[in-house]
């Protein structure tokens, strides 16, 4: 991005699900590329944006991961949050995060013992529904205990945080889509696939905002899309690692499927 962001035309922003879901090669559009991270959050989505927006002339379309958690998440609030801190700083320089020592390694995010049994005991590990690298379902009791536990991880509609982290994400993604609007970009708001057994642990009312806000932007602002592939039957469980993320070949998939409604919408007369 430092090197190329005048000429980019498909940026990809986002948490897991389109840091694992989409293969920016695979867009006709080129280059495309991602700047989606594993728990990402909307503020520093805006802050991606506003810190490559200005350079980038070519730009397109803003692919943005929208999932059941996307509305109730700031990485201040998680667990890891020094881990997750490092990133930004490490590889943005995002003044936000102030400089400790344990932010110039980026080796201070790993869990060392617990990788160690990753790569020694990986055939007698059972997932556990925790974040691990060996939380990854073998049968169909796997994937329902994965699901289960992962739906409940990222239930939060109910804690006294949520209104305040409503509103804040609410903020920035509008900050987002308007920044992107006054340049002629498209915003496409993605809900990736995901397994039944995921979405049918998922507390309602928290799907409902997920839902709502997607069809509110849609509605609000003319560049944005909204779509929700996470029932799309055209995907099953040989194309996920786990109950909510994609494996390679379902990203493969899912970018070209992406790419051919970008390509629609570039070129409405050849349909």
Not at 140 to 169: P, Q, V
Not at 202 to 214: E, I, N, W
Request: hydrophobic fraction near 35%; glycine fraction near 4%.
């Amino acid at each position: 991005m430092d090197k190329h962001a005048e000429r980019v035309k498909i940026l990809v922003l986002g948490s897991s699900g389109t840091n694992r879901g989409i293969r920016p090669a695979f867009f006709t559009y080129q280059p495309a590329f991602s700047c989606a991270g594993s728990s990402q959050d909307l503020q520093n989505d805006c802050w991606i944006l506003h810190h490559y927006l200005p350079r980038m002339d070519s730009l397109r379309y803003v692919v943005l991961n929208l999932n059941y958690l996307t509305m109730l998440h700031n990485i201040d609030y998680e667990e890891d949050h020094r881990a997750l801190w490092a990133i930004y700083h490490i590889y943005y320089d995002n003044p936000h995060y102030d400089a400790k020592w344990w932010q110039y390694a980026e080796i201070s995010r790993f869990n060392w013992m617990e990788a160690l049994k990753y790569v020694t005991e990986r055939d007698t590990l059972r997932p556990d529904g925790s974040m691990s690298p060996a939380a990854e379902p073998c049968n169909d009791s796997d994937w329902r205990h994965y699901a289960e536990a992962m739906a409940e991880y990222h239930t939060r509609i109910n804690t006294d945080s949520a209104g305040s982290l409503i509103n804040a994400n609410t903020l920035c993604l509008k900050e987002i889509i308007c920044a992107c609007l006054e340049r002629n970009i498209n915003v496409i708001l993605l809900t990736c696939p995901e397994h039944h057994y995921y979405r049918d642990a998922l507390d309602r009312q928290q799907l409902a905002l997920m839902r709502h806000v997607g069809n509110n932007m849609r509605a609000k602002y003319p560049n944005v899309r909204y779509i929700d592939l996470s029932a799309d039957p055209n995907f099953d469980v040989s194309e996920m690692v786990n109950a909510n993320h994609l494996n390679g070949q379902g990203a493969i998939k899912l970018t070209l499927m992406l790419n051919d409604s970008i390509s629609k919408w570039e070129h409405p007369t050849q349909q």
